[in-house]
């Protein structure tokens, strides 16, 4: 048994939970799950980011404090992540005490990389980052993500030299001993690397009111970096606690926008710490919508609640897990979700299960169970992080199921007297359904618990579909 540690990106508690924050969270629970399957101990980490000015301005607009509008707003989340059945075994909220002083060890132990200098250059205030003057000319200085145009300021910073570290973060991203996935990302952060300046990890008091002080100095309050990217140890308990049985994490899960900050700004950060970098580091693509990104104002936007109401738990993991490829960008329609619900939940493992169970309960047939291995190729995938790739290679056994309950006949077999060649057939079907189950347990894990209920002693079908055609 090994210890495995799994991280999701901890999101900014401004807003309510969106479609690839649904992302995050099931493929790191995907992988996770995988882990205990393979008989591995799991620490897996969720939580919320909850400083910033954004946040603050947020709770002064609504009239109420801050720490009541956090608060209210981190609940949101710990409920969306529970009612997407993420086995998480860690919440942490950057506004916990604990973190706070963790955060604030954390800038002093990195205090010989961490320098003062007055800043003046752009700024985006929705994304809460300075930006270089390379990139501001290149977005001819609006932000692309906020379609906003950059601020120009002037203020005194600590910054950390992420220079010191440069080299290298290069050779171990170079060398895989920090793997980035996919491999274009890989190439993306490199050529990024080249020109990565020092990062500012702080800001005035008078600009960033709500936040984590900076040790020694109450003028200056941390910048979302140190605070932020530390829960991920923060979270194990360090400094003050011994982290290596988990640290450094086998995989952490980010979407493609904020993979800079967590393939440069964070390694340097560890590096600072002499800790190791990370194992792994997966950046999943968007989901789109009609082949659009998602916006309010096009008013395309899916609300994951509303497709979690609509068709349930596993409907939504099945789709968003096997249909949204796991590192590109892919499209969601309303109709290709429906046609998989339909076509292949329904149709192909609902109808599975069903036919199984209720031909082995008119035969009176008594599952003998048998224990078999994982097949490689299926460990192959799932340990490459090709999880839609899995999917699909388990969807394949299922498919097959299908076509070789039409091969074999049983009910011929029953028709005929071949009792022996019966219960043969029926015991390697259904002995063959559970390794598939078992496949399937990382990805919908609901439906999976219904399918081994299905085939205890005596074997019962279900007595509604484990999917209802819509």
Not at 21 to 45: G, I, P
Not at 177 to 199: A, G, N, Q, Y
Not at 202 to 230: H, K
Request: with cysteine; proline share 6%; aromatic share 12%.
């Amino acid at each position: 048994m090994m210890k495995k540690y799994v991280t999701t990106a901890i999101p900014y508690v401004n807003g309510v939970p969106h479609i690839g924050h649904a992302m995050d969270y099931c493929l790191a629970d995907v992988y996770a799950r995988y882990q205990r399957l393979t008989h591995n101990e799991v620490k897996f980490q969720v939580g919320t980011d909850e400083h910033g000015n954004k946040i603050f301005q947020k709770a002064k607009d609504l009239g109420i404090p801050v720490e009541e509008y956090v608060a209210g707003n981190s609940k949101k989340f710990e409920e969306f992540i529970r009612t997407l059945d993420i086995s998480y075994t860690d919440f942490i909220r950057t506004t916990d005490p604990d973190h706070e002083r963790r955060a604030q060890e954390i800038w002093r132990k990195l205090s010989p990389y961490i320098y003062s200098a007055k800043y003046e250059g752009w700024y985006c205030t929705g994304c809460e980052r300075f930006v270089t003057e390379k990139e501001c000319a290149e977005n001819n200085g609006v932000c692309p993500d906020h379609a906003k145009p950059y601020e120009k300021l002037e203020e005194e910073n600590y910054y950390l030299r992420i220079a010191d570290f440069k080299e290298q973060i290069r050779e171990a991203i170079e060398s895989d001993k920090m793997l980035i996935l996919p491999e274009f990302r890989k190439r993306e952060i490199l050529k990024l690397l080249e020109d990565s300046p020092d990062v500012s990890i702080s800001r005035p008091r008078a600009q960033l009111t709500w936040g984590v002080p900076v040790p020694d100095d109450d003028s200056q309050v941390m910048y979302v970096w140190i605070d932020a990217l530390a829960n991920y140890i923060t979270v194990l308990g360090y400094p003050e606690k011994e982290i290596s049985d988990f640290w450094p994490a086998a995989a952490q899960f980010v979407g493609k926008d904020i993979l800079r900050f967590h393939a440069i700004i964070w390694p340097a950060m560890l590096l600072g710490l002499g800790l190791p970098l990370p194992e792994v580091l997966i950046s999943h693509g968007m989901v789109l919508s009609n082949g659009q990104k998602m916006s309010k104002s096009i008013g395309n936007v899916v609300d994951p609640m509303e497709v979690l109401e609509k068709h349930g738990l596993d409907a939504f993991r099945y789709f968003f897990l096997r249909h949204i490829d796991t590192f590109a960008d892919s499209d969601f329609t309303w109709e290709k979700f429906e046609d998989a619900y339909n076509n292949e939940l329904a149709n192909d493992l609902g109808n599975l299960v069903q036919r199984l169970a209720a031909l082995a309960k008119k035969n009176e047939i008594g599952l003998v169970a048998t224990k078999s291995e994982l097949p490689q190729e299926y460990c192959d995938l799932m340990d490459k992080f090709e999880f839609s790739k899995a999917f699909d290679f388990v969807w394949e056994k299922v498919q097959g199921l299908n076509r070789q309950i039409d091969e074999e006949k049983p009910w011929s077999l029953a028709k005929n007297g071949e009792n022996q060649k019966l219960n043969q057939v029926m015991n390697d079907l259904m002995n063959e359904l559970l390794l598939v189950s078992r496949m399937l347990e990382p990805f919908i894990p609901e439906t999976v618990k219904r399918i081994q209920d299905v085939f205890t002693n005596p074997i019962a079908p279900p007595e509604t579909p484990l999917f209802v055609k819509q």
